[in-house]
């Protein structure tokens, strides 16, 4: 199956920073999803994108799905500590289902 | 706003024993799916399911397993003889189809097999 990476995995931030992760795939994709997970919850789609080169907003949530078809990043400006959680990347090539990343942990620097 | 929902939270059962977990789907959503995520580890499918019969399914998805959508609202994942190792937290998505293939997440059934 497809392989994802997703970095970095864990990162910390302090209110107000702009924070930036990614995620490749040794194949192409035809579509890219970005979810949230908080502990014991399950996955909050963010974004989702359809086509290479396409850059979407979603408010402080911005993210772009490659042209190569096999990366994807997401940006979250001004960050506020109920962004800590865990994100996730998700690549969908044909058929339904979705590829997984192992996820990006963002913790509020103390 | 809609939302996939998921019963119970949280079950618990010696090995050996059937479970079902049952979800409901967002309404009018064509397409569902169940994955899983074992703790600390990435989510992982499982099965998908559409007019009624199983569009794909993974590795992880043996005989053990089956899923059902009985009437016109709810979708089930049965585990016939659980193992340890299928202690995860398991989640039914939709998606509404007709173009639109991103998915919705429930907030999952932890399930722990002793």
């Known amino acids: 199956g497809q392989q994802l990476n997703q970095s970095p995995q864990s990162m910390f931030i302090q209110e107000g920073e702009d924070v930036s992760m990614n995620c490749t795939s040794s194949s192409i994709f035809n579509t890219w999803l970005w979810y949230k997970q908080d502990p014991g919850e399950g996955p909050v789609l963010l974004i989702a994108l359809y086509k290479a080169g396409e850059l979407t907003s979603n408010g402080r949530l911005t993210a772009q799905f490659g042209i190569t078809r096999k990366d994807s990043f997401l940006n979250i400006s001004a960050s506020i500590p109920s962004d800590v959680g865990i994100y996730f990347c998700?690549?969908?090539?044909?058929?339904?289902?979705?590829?997984f990343g192992a996820g990006t942990t963002v913790t509020v620097r103390a | 706003e809609p939302e996939v929902t998921q019963t119970p939270s949280h079950q618990v059962t010696q090995m050996g024993q059937e479970v079902i977990l049952r979800c409901v789907p967002i309404?009018?959503?064509?397409?569902f799916y169940w994955y899983r995520q074992i703790l600390g580890q990435k989510v992982e499918f499982l099965v998908s399911f559409y007019n009624n019969e199983i569009s794909e399914k993974s590795e992880i998805f043996d005989d053990q397993f089956s899923v059902e959508r009985p009437d016109g609202s709810n979708f089930t994942l049965k585990i016939r003889s659980t193992k340890l190792e299928d202690s995860a937290m398991y989640f039914c998505a939709s998606s509404a189809g007709r173009g639109r293939y991103e998915q919705y997440f429930g907030p999952g059934t932890r399930l722990t097999v002793t």
């Open positions: 998700a690549g969908q090539l044909i058929g339904y289902k979705l590829s």
């Open positions: 309404s009018n959503h064509l397409y």
